[in-house]
C-alpha cells in the first residue's frame, strides 16, 4: 500500500505542475514577450517528453528494476525546477525560452518515467484487482490538477509564477521520501525470466506500426514543423527531406520490434486496444486541454475555470468506485469503457447546447462519468490479458496516447474551432467581417483545407468588451465563436461514438469465449495455440 500511494503521490506532483503551468503561461508571455508560437513549444514539450519517457522506461523498466527509475524520475523533477526557474525578468527572450523549452521537456520526461514505473508496479501489486487500484492511482492526475488550479486562483499575481511553480517540489519531496528503502516487487514477465523480444511478441508488428506511424506524425510536425522549426526558422524542418527523415523515424521503430520479435505479427486484440487507447488520448487529454477554453467562450472565463475544477472533482471521486462498479454491478473491465463511452457521447452533445452555468454543470457530470475510467481502465485490461508483455505494452500503450493527443487531438481541436468559426460566419453572409479580422496565417491541419482563422488578438479584444456595447462586427465574431464552440463539441463527440462500436464488438468477442477474465502467462500462453 504505500507503493501505491507514493505512486499516486508521484502522478500527483505531476498533476500539480501540469496544472500551475498552465495557469501562469500569460506571466510569461508578459515578462519575456513570447509570441504564441513559443508558448506553444513550451507547452508540447510537456507532451513530447512524457511519450520518451514512458516508452523508454517500459521497454527498460523489466530489465533495470523498478527502483533505479523512480530515482531517475526524482533527480529529472530537481532537475526540471532548477532549469525552469532560471529565467528572470530582464533575460533575453531566447535565453529564458531555452531554458523554459528545456526546463518543461525535462520535467515530462520525468513525470512520462513515472508512470513507466507506477503502472506496472500496481498492476504488479494488485494482480487479482488491476481495475480498481489502477483507477486509485490515477486519481491523483484530476487531484493533481485541482490543486493546481486552485493555487492558481488562489495566490494570482500576489505570487512570483517561480513561488507558485516550485510548490510542485513539495509533493515531489514527499513521493520520493514514500519510495526511498522500499522494495519492488518484480511483474510476472520479469519474474519468469522473459527476454524483452518475448515480452514485445504480443505487440509485434501490428503493435509496432500503430507506434511508427505516431512517431512519424510527431518527428515531422512536432519535432520538425514546431520545436526545430521554431527554435531555428530554417525550412528544412517543413521540407519532402524532413518528411523522409520522419518516415524513416517510424519505420526504423517498426523495423525494431520486427527484429526483436522475430516478425512477430502481433496479437490483433493489443492492435485494436492501442488504436482505441490512441482516441482516448485525443478524446480525454486533447478536450481537457480545450474544454475549459470552450466553456469558457460559451459561458464565460471564470465559469469555464470552475466547470474545469468540477470535472477534475467528479473524476477524482469516481476513480475510487471502480471496485464498486465491478463487484455491485458485475461490469467487467470492456463493459465500463462500453458504457463510459456512452456516456462521453451524451456529455459532449449536452455540453454543445448549454446556455447557463446550471446546465453546463450537468453536462459536465455526464461526460466526466464517461471519461473517468478510460485510460486506467484500458492499462488494466492489457495487464490482465497480456501478462507477459510485463511493462512494454502498457508503456507503449501509454505513449501512443500521449502522442495522440499532441499530434491529432489537441491540433485538430484547434483546427474544428477555427475551421466551424469560419464556416459560420461565411453562412451567416459575415465574410466581409471575417476577411478584416483574420489571422495572418491560415489555419492547417494535417491533409484538411486551409482555412481563414479570426485574428486571436482582435477576437479576444470583441469578447472583452461588455455584450451590449459591442460593435456588430464585435458582436459577429463573438457569436460565431460561440457557434464554432458548439458544433465543435459535437464533432467531438465522433470519437467516443468510435469507441463505443470498438468495445461493443469487444463484449461480443469475450462473451463468445466465455467471458472477461484475468489471465496469467501459462493460461495466455494456452489461449494464444487454441
Known amino acids: ?30 515578462l519575456f514577450g513570447f509570441t504564441g508560437l513559443q508558448v506553444g513549444l513550451i507547452g508540447g514539450a510537456g507532451f513530447s517528453g512524457f511519450c520518451f519517457g514512458i516508452i523508454i522506461g517500459g521497454i527498460i523498466v523489466d530489465k533495470i528494476g523498478y527502483g533505479k527509475l523512480v530515482v531517475a524520475a526524482f533527480i529529472l523533477h530537481l532537475l526540471s525546477a532548477a532549469i525552469t526557474l532560471i529565467p528572470s525578468a530582464g533575460m533575453a527572450q531566447q535565453s529564458a525560452f531555452l531554458a523554459l523549452f528545456i526546463g518543461t521537456f525535462t520535467f515530462s520526461l520525468a513525470n512520462g518515467t513515472l508512470e513507466a514505473v507506477a503502472n506496472p508496479l500496481v498492476a504488479t501489486l494488485f494482480p487479482e484487482n488491476r481495475t480498481h487500484y489502477l483507477n486509485i492511482l490515477h486519481a491523483s492526475w484530476p487531484a493533481g490538477m485541482i490543486l493546481g488550479a486552485l493555487i492558481t486562483l488562489a495566490v494570482g499575481s500576489s505570487w512570483s509564477w ?33 527476454s524483452l523480444g518475448e515480452m514485445m511478441k504480443d505487440v509485434g508488428i501490428l503493435g509496432g506500426a500503430v507506434a511508427g506511424f505516431f512517431l512519424y506524425l510527431f518527428t515531422r510536425d512536432a519535432l ?78 471564470m465559469e469555464g475555470k470552475i466547470l474545469f475544477i468540477f470535472a477534475c472533482a467528479v473524476m477524482f471521486a469516481l476513480r475510487f468506485c471502480a471496485h464498486w462498479i465491478e463487484d455491485k454491478l458485475k461490469f467487467s473491465p470492456v463493459t465500463i469503457l462500453f458504457v463510459c463511452s456512452l456516456c462521453a457521447i451524451g456529455g459532449l452533445y449536452a455540453a454543445s447546447g448549454v446556455t447557463a452555468i446550471g446546465m453546463a454543470f450537468g453536462a459536465m457530470l455526464i461526460y466526466s462519468i464517461g471519461k473517468t475510467f478510460f485510460w486506467p481502465t484500458m492499462l488494466a485490461v492489457v495487464s490482465d490479458r497480456f501478462p507477459s508483455t510485463g511493462a512494454v505494452a502498457i508503456s507503449i500503450m501509454g505513449g501512443i496516447a500521449m502522442l495522440s493527443v499532441g499530434q491529432l487531438g489537441g491540433p485538430g481541436l484547434g483546427y474544428g474551432k477555427d475551421r466551424f468559426t469560419a464556416e459560420h460566419m461565411k453562412a451567416n453572409g459575415q465574410t466581409a467581417i471575417l476577411e478584416a479580422n483574420k489571422a495572418e496565417k491560415s489555419s492547417q491541419w494535417l491533409d484538411f483545407e486551409a482555412v481563414s482563422a479570426l485574428d486571436g488578438k482582435k477576437l479576444e479584444e470583441a469578447k472583452g468588451v461588455a455584450a451590449d456595447k459591442r460593435t456588430p462586427e464585435q458582436k459577429a465574431m463573438a457569436e460565431a465563436e460561440i457557434a464554432g464552440c458548439r458544433k465543435l463539441l459535437r464533432t467531438d463527440a465522433m470519437l467516443p461514438i468510435g469507441m463505443a462500436i470498438i468495445y461493443l464488438l469487444l463484449l461480443f468477442y469475450f462473451k463468445s469465449i466465455g467471458g472477461y477474465k484475468a489471465l496469467t502467462i501459462s493460461e495466455e500462453e494456452a489461449a494464444a495455440k487454441a
Open 224 to 301: 520538425g514543423g514546431n520545436i526545430l522549426k521554431g527554435l531555428t526558422g530554417s525550412e528544412f524542418f517543413v521540407s519532402a527531406n524532413w518528411n523522409y527523415i520522419s518516415m524513416a523515424a517510424g519505420a526504423g521503430f517498426l523495423i525494431w520490434v520486427a527484429v526483436i520479435t522475430k516478425f512477430s505479427i502481433g496479437h490483433w486484440l493489443l492492435f485494436v486496444l492501442f488504436l482505441a487507447h490512441a482516441i482516448i488520448g485525443s478524446l480525454e487529454l486533447g478536450t481537457d486541454s480545450w474544454i475549459e477554453t470552450i466553456n469558457g467562450t460559451i459561458l464565460s472565463p
Open 162 to 194: 517561480k513561488a507558485q511553480l516550485a510548490l510542485y517540489l513539495v509533493p515531489t519531496v514527499i513521493y520520493g521520501f514514500m519510495f526511498f528503502g522500499q522494495s519492488f516487487p518484480r511483474s510476472e514477465a520479469s519474474a519468469k525470466g522473459l
Open 1 to 30: 500500500m504505500r507503493l501505491l500511494w507514493a505512486g499516486f503521490m508521484a502522478i500527483l506532483a505531476a498533476g500539480v505542475g501540469f496544472s500551475i503551468r498552465n495557469g501562469i503561461g500569460s506571466q510569461w508571455t508578459g
